[in-house]
């Protein structure tokens, strides 16, 4: 069983190698990872509205998936849908915010539910981030709102 050394960081130097060595950048990797293609994707309600009025996001997903209209298939359907919410649009700006010390504001007018179609998608979850300011750690994190 390998050891992995916090301090030395031997596993971060074998994975720049094992990059490098198939001719990427570890940079680029991280850039494209953190990068979300929104382009002319179809949206079918915003993160707002949804947040407004659950019963959207319900009758979207009997629509798109019949079975979940059995109690476990349900909880899978919606865990799904949380869990891509929260690892393809929040976590590549928690890890922005922690690599560059900002990143632009989450709003949830701007986040999508696209159709299934587009299943092909990494995320039926698209961010559309047009220009809005960085925002530093604090600014991002506000406990006030």
Known sequence: MAVTEVCGDPWLASYRHL???????????LNSALAQDA????ALFSLAQVLAKPELLENQLLEDYPDACRPRMHKARVSVLHQSLALQVIAPR???LFRDG?????NPDRIFLCPLELADAPSRWVNLNDGQTPLAPGAFIDLNQ
């Not at 382009?39 to 179809?42: A, D, V």
């Not at 900002?102 to 989450?106: E, G, H, S």
């Open 19 to 29: 990059l490098t060595g198939h001719g990427l950048s570890p940079q680029n990797t």
């Open 39 to 42: 382009g002319q994707r179809p």
């Open 94 to 96: 928690v890890l922005q």
């Open 102 to 106: 900002v990143c632009a504001p989450l």
